[in-house]
């Protein structure tokens, strides 16, 4: 008797949560980028708003761009009421995500820690404290000594380079399973009727007398009653093609993971003074973030030397790391607004709708932008809680400057 | 991490250069005629393109000076450099 082949005795392939499908020729709705921004707003158009004629395009593979790159941290202890709004709305999402989705997301609310450096930042924090209980946002400020209680392996010593001075805390926050957030919003959005087309990227929109009728893509034109852009990094390039200049500069950011250890980081931290992020995965991995690369680039790849003073940092604040090897260091593109605030809204094109410049932050958006976003192209008025976040605030100069506030750091 | 040729010290690495975003952007010759929309377009609108961008750079931890530089932002090649005041290059 001839040997059995490697391989023919696997199981058989388990259900799948989608199918991918050709594009049709229209669609009610369609949206750009299948990201976790895309699934969201793709689900609740089909679940708050009965609209189900929708197709996701997405030039790559599903949630393969920055939702496939985020260090997947969930707060919403922003300091602006503006921020809050949203913010908050979607961590009260996240809480009920996993029941309203019917699928394990791996929300764990472990905590955020913001740190405080300096006696400017101890007063910032404070301050931001304070204005998160004004907003119903649980928020806590929290001496060095409270860190440490918090966050054991956390060095609290007075004698290095940035001292801890103290931390805001707050202990709603915590980290997703980003994968299995996409999945669970693709499974969900798919059972409702939702289309979901890959190697498909939009190459330009189609506008007709100040209205968007349609997008032209590497699989073919698909009409469109309405286009909702949820291309993050790369909005920009698609926006050009309708002759809509956008606030944005799209820059590399960083994030790395080390191999995986045993539990040692029980919350997250967050330093925008040394600037770094630091959580540790439920398989074991410490996920750690970066800022920016300083210049503009579509490259999703970014320069060592942002890794390099990422580790010193958090090596500074964490000296139990110094023997963690590093297993793997990525970049995505993202998407930055003069004020680090999102675009959420109306665009010039009637029926073209925004949903960009989440530059840092946009994972922990995900339900909550998804929910007033599908509101928005439904009504085709911005929803309550995105409508400070339009276009037109940087000519009316009314500005949700969370570069100016704490916490900016996402 | 780029190599950047800086038009005064020659190629230095990134770490030695402080980024200053898009060139060529002028101050408005009479900022109070400007309408609401065209000080917005001035002050937050810059280009972003995936492509070829003139851009400014300050070789901060050499010889200190601002030039201009024509990278790619969809490769990061850097297609040339040139001073300022000096013309934009065309593109190789």
């Not at chain 1, 913010?87 to 999402?93: F, G, I, R, T, V």
């Not at chain 1, 990422?310 to 090897?325: K, S």
Request: aromatic content about 8%; glycine content about 10%; overall charge negative.
């Amino acid at each position: 008797m001839s040997p059995r082949p490697p391989g023919a005795d696997l199981p058989e392939h388990p259900d799948r949560l989608w199918n991918a499908a050709e594009p049709k020729s229209s669609y009610d709705v369609v949206i750009v980028g299948g990201g976790g921004h895309g699934l969201a707003t793709a689900y609740y158009l089909a679940k708050n708003h009965g609209i189900t004629n929708v197709a996701v395009l997405e030039r790559g593979w599903l949630a393969g761009g920055n939702m496939a790159r985020n260090t997947t941290i969930i707060r919403s202890n922003y300091l602006w009421d503006e921020s809050a709004g949203i913010y908050e709305h979607a961590l009260k999402l996240w809480e009920g995500l996993e029941d309203e989705l019917d699928y394990p997301l791996l929300f764990s609310q472990r905590g955020v820690l913001n740190l405080a450096h300096s006696l400017q930042d101890v007063r910032d924090s404070v301050r931001r404290v304070e204005a998160n209980r004004l907003n119903g946002v649980d928020a806590e400020w929290l001496d060095p000594r409270q860190v440490k209680e918090v966050c054991p392996i956390v060095e609290i010593s007075p004698d290095v380079r940035y001292p801890v001075m103290g931390a805001t805390f707050q202990p709603r926050a915590g980290i997703a399973k980003h994968d299995y957030v996409a999945w669970g919003f693709a499974r969900a959005a798919a059972a409702l009727g939702v289309e979901f087309i890959e190697n498909c990227e939009v190459t330009g929109l189609r506008v007709s007398d100040g209205r968007v009728t349609g997008v032209e893509t590497t699989r073919g034109s698909i009409a469109a009653g309405r286009v909702a852009l949820c291309a993050a990094g790369h909005t920009s390039v698609v926006a050009a093609t309708a002759g809509i200049d956008l606030p944005l500069q799209s820059h590399p950011l960083q994030a790395l993971v080390s191999e995986l250890l045993e539990p040692v980081h029980p919350t997250v931290v967050m330093s925008n003074a040394v600037h770094v992020y630091v959580s540790q995965a439920h398989k074991g991995e410490l996920v750690m973030g970066a800022g920016i690369d300083a210049a503009n680039s579509y490259r999703q790849r970014g320069a060592f030397h942002i890794i390099e003073q990422q580790m010193a940092a958090a090596l500074e604040l964490f000296p139990i790391f110094a023997r963690a090897h590093v297993l793997r260091t990525w970049g995505g593109v993202v998407d930055v607004t003069p004020d680090a605030s999102p675009i959420v809204g109306l665009s010039p094109v009637d029926g073209l709708y925004l949903n960009c410049g989440w530059g840092t932050g946009g994972f922990k958006a995900t339900p909550g932008v998804g929910w007033c976003f599908a509101h928005t192209v439904a009504h085709d008025e911005p929803h309550p809680l995105a409508a400070p976040f339009s276009l037109d605030r940087f000519v009316t100069g009314a500005l949700v400057d969370e570069h100016g506030a704490a916490a900016v750091a996402h | 991490m780029l190599l950047i040729p800086c038009p005064w010290c020659g190629p230095r690495e990134e770490a030695e250069f402080h980024y200053g975003g898009q060139a060529h952007v002028a101050y408005p010759e009479d900022p109070a005629a400007l309408s609401d929309e065209e000080w917005a377009r001035y002050l937050f609108f810059r280009d972003n393109p995936k492509g070829v961008f003139a851009e400014r750079w300050s070789h901060s931890a050499g010889c200190r000076r601002w030039f201009n530089a024509l990278r790619d932002t969809a490769t990061n090649q850097i297609h040339g450099v040139y001073r300022v005041g000096e013309p934009r290059p065309v593109a190789s």
